[in-house]
């Protein structure tokens, strides 16, 4: 069964420093993988997103993140956190008929220390 | 890109009362559309995958006499919450894909809260 699993529940970092958010999937063909940001009672924002191709995605707000088929993974990292980054990181996998059937992580809630 | 939009935002409803909820494609036809939930200080869980012009397909263990859908037209879901008790209480968001498109774009969420 598919499944993404983010193995950092919560994560804290300083302003200006670098920053990678640990994600790895679970799924039998080649799977879109997709980035999202919550902030506290808001819905969900798209930061990047892969389905073929270049590894490495760029994304919104200066995010990027590499695929890595060997280890199943799609880590999502930014040079230099701002204090506007915190917030609650989602990665997924496309399943099902099309990748539509969206699978979630549970979840890396970022922290940012002034 | 293409815009999907959740009517109400927020709903606070009595104990014992239903509740509808909308998803509408706005610029797009969808054919599916997927309902999700996320209790606080969790991730969102795949409730359940509507389809046009035919029945609801239900993920284990959702009730689907609890959690009416609809999808009557190419642009509208509705998940109507029956009976509601403050268990469910929580943020209902729905996505769809657009026709040969790649991925499914949600909705802004609506958060339920039955006291």
């Known amino acids: 069964a598919q499944s993404v699993t983010q193995p950092d529940i919560h994560i804290t970092v300083s302003e200006g420093a670098s920053l990678e958010l640990r994600c790895n999937y679970s799924?039998?063909?080649?799977?879109?993988l997709f980035w999202y940001v919550q902030s506290p009672g808001q819905g969900l924002q798209l930061l990047l997103k892969y389905f073929s191709g270049d590894t490495l995605v760029q994304g919104i707000k200066g995010f990027e993140a590499e695929f890595k088929r060997s280890q199943s993974s799609f880590n999502l990292r930014k040079p230099s956190v701002h204090w506007s980054d915190a917030a609650e990181y989602f990665c997924?996998?496309?399943?099902?008929?099309?990748?539509?059937?969206?699978?979630f992580g549970a979840g890396t809630r970022l922290f940012v220390k002034a | 890109g293409a815009v999907v939009s959740q009517h109400p935002s927020w709903v606070i409803c009595k104990s014992g009362t239903s509740v509808k909820i909308e998803c509408r494609s706005l610029d797009f036809q969808a054919t599916t559309m997927f309902w999700y939930r996320q209790f606080p200080k969790q991730s969102l869980m795949l409730m359940a995958t509507?389809?046009?012009?035919?029945?609801?397909?239900?993920e284990q263990g959702v009730e689907k006499d609890k959690f009416l859908i609809n999808h009557a037209s190419l642009t509208l879901s509705t998940l109507t919450v029956t009976s509601a008790h403050p268990e469910d209480s929580s943020f209902y968001i729905c996505?769809?894909?657009?026709?040969?498109?790649?991925?499914?774009?949600f909705g802004q969420g609506t958060r339920l809260t039955v006291v």
């Open positions: 997924a996998v496309g399943a099902g008929g099309g990748g539509f059937k969206t699978i």
């Open positions: 996505s769809a894909p657009p026709t040969g498109n790649t991925e499914a774009f």
């Open positions: 509507s389809n046009e012009g035919s029945k609801a397909t239900y």
């Open positions: 799924y039998g063909a080649t799977p879109y």
